[in-house]
């Protein structure tokens, strides 16, 4: 969305376009380089085995990543996020092949003050909700 969206243009229960994410094995590596978190869980079948997982997971910061980013597109850019807090509800298990998994994000206005705007948000890999409580708070005054 453009930077011109505004509290003033919403209501509470407005929702945001919804959006899926694509995570691949290569997606992981490249994480774990840039935030410096090598876990082998994000990597190796044998220890997310090892540690009661189904198999090599997506880093839980990467996922909630993916879902502020559905917030900041939407509010004009990542200087309007002015918190958020999640659950890490289910781990998101990503297979050893070409086309990895996909999650769907939703969002919903739940609260407008002033131009201050909290969002929920839902992230899905399946049926599985894997974060929970996630809310977003963004400032729509600010410069965008």
Known sequence: ??????ATDLEKGTELPPRTHR?????????AGASGDFNPIHWSDR???ENGL???????MFTMGVAVGLVSDWAGGPDRITGCR??????VVV????DGVEVAITGRVTAIDGSAVTVAVDVRCGEDKVLGATVV????GAAG
């Open 1 to 6: 969305m453009s930077a011109a969206l505004s």
């Open 23 to 31: 995570f691949t094995r290569a997606d992981l590596v490249r994480y």
């Open 47 to 49: 220890v997310a085995g």
């Open 54 to 60: 189904p198999g090599v997971i997506v880093h839980g």
């Open 86 to 91: 999640t659950r890490f509800t289910k781990p």
């Open 95 to 98: 297979p050893d092949d070409a």
């Open 137 to 140: 708070e963004v400032d729509l």
